[in-house]
């Protein structure tokens, strides 16, 4: 193989389909989105595959890249393609659209089972809430508080493989971060949807969300913090 | 190997879950050999002398060793659930293992 192209081997097709190889010239600094990019402006114009800003804010170009979920535009094949040559597949444990692109719906959708958003319980009458940055609760909530939905978490959990009905590592976090929440009015809710079946106490503590997410986040740390908040909300009869 | 998989403490949960099949085989064996000391003594005393060959006892070794890793495994996942979250969990995986490991050491040498 020569050092200045690279051999590509990029998925067509649906749940059913092919891989396709492509030949693409190797650039200093080149990503793996670049090279995707590349390949639909140069060589494949019907390859399909999603992204955004480029730069690791939007969490839109998650794909699978020799067999590990990265975030594309952020990844630079220097890094993963050790050996001259690039697979790249879609995100696993989502329905495929088409090529590189995944069907998020049912991401999404168990953001919303989880009860992840934010229940106010002030009125535009109260002033600001205080919240201490040195508080406990605050630092747990700080630290998962970056997620970008990316869903290479959801995409390495083999929990939610095998468990179709599970919420995932990365609407779990989101959870965690409101549990945090003093301000969030909608806990005993929360806490009822993620306790269960499918929800936090399903997590194997595998921790291959937290060794792939790119923004560093810790799934298996929020998930386990959830384990104890809904034990302790079920012996007080909480939930 | 390229996949998501393969990281510290994947390789913990494939150990704890294989030790824990392989223990689920082992244990209906042990109860039936022990059954024996019931109403076959004599097939008993010769199980017994059978378990004195050194294969067994390395056979043995193997069988502490995982017994071993199945108790520290689970009280891995017990701390992980139930006390406050700790990022050195690569290290608690090696202590785990190193405890499962130096269980088999102590069994093989007292094994003579």
Redesign the interface.
């Known amino acids: 193989m020569s050092n200045d192209t690279l051999t590509v081997e990029i998925w067509r097709g649906r749940e059913e389909g092919e891989f396709q190889t492509f030949q693409v010239p190797r650039m200093a600094s080149q990503t793996v989105l670049d090279i995707v990019t590349y390949v639909q402006r140069n060589l494949d114009p019907g390859l399909s595959y999603r992204f955004a800003c480029r730069v690791g804010v939007c969490g839109s170009c998650a794909m699978t890249v020799?067999?590990?979920?990265r975030w594309t535009c952020r990844t630079h094949v220097d890094k993963v393609a050790g050996d001259g040559t690039l697979r790249i597949q879609p995100l696993k444990n989502l329905p495929v659209i088409r090529d590189l692109a995944v069907d998020m719906t049912e991401f999404f959708q168990k953001w919303t089972r989880a009860q992840a958003h934010f229940v106010p319980t002030a009125t535009r009458g109260d002033d600001f809430a205080q919240v201490s940055p040195d508080d406990p609760r605050r630092k747990e909530a700080s630290a998962g508080i970056e997620c970008i939905n990316c869903g290479v978490c959801y995409?390495?959990c083999?929990t939610v493989a095998w468990l179709g009905d599970y919420l995932g590592p990365a609407a779990l976090n989101r959870a965690w971060t409101l549990v945090n929440d003093e301000r969030d009015g909608g806990q005993a809710a929360r806490l009822k949807a993620i306790a269960g079946a499918g929800g936090c106490q399903s997590c194997?503590?595998?921790?291959?969300c937290?060794?792939?997410c790119p923004k560093h986040l810790?799934p298996?740390?929020a998930i386990?913090?959830l384990?104890?908040a809904t034990?302790k909300a079920a012996l007080k009869g909480e939930i | 190997m390229?996949?998501?998989?393969n990281?510290a403490?994947?390789w913990a949960?494939v150990l704890h879950r294989v030790s824990g099949l392989a223990l689920l085989l082992f244990l209906p064996a042990h109860f039936y050999v022990l059954a024996l000391a019931v109403e076959e003594a004599a097939t008993l005393d010769m199980f017994l002398s059978w378990t004195e060959a050194p294969v067994v006892k390395l056979l043995e070794t193997g069988l502490v060793i995982l017994l071993a890793a199945h108790m520290t495994g689970g009280l891995r996942?017990l701390a992980?659930?139930?006390l406050a979250?700790r990022d050195w969990?690569k290290s608690v995986v090696a202590i785990t293992g190193g405890l499962s490991l130096a269980a088999g050491l102590i069994f093989l040498l007292n094994a003579g």
């Open positions: 020799n067999g590990k979920p995409s390495a083999d194997h503590s595998h921790q291959s937290f060794e792939l810790n298996t740390a386990a913090g384990k104890r034990v | 390229k996949t998501h998989r990281h403490n994947y949960f996942i992980i659930e139930f979250w969990q």
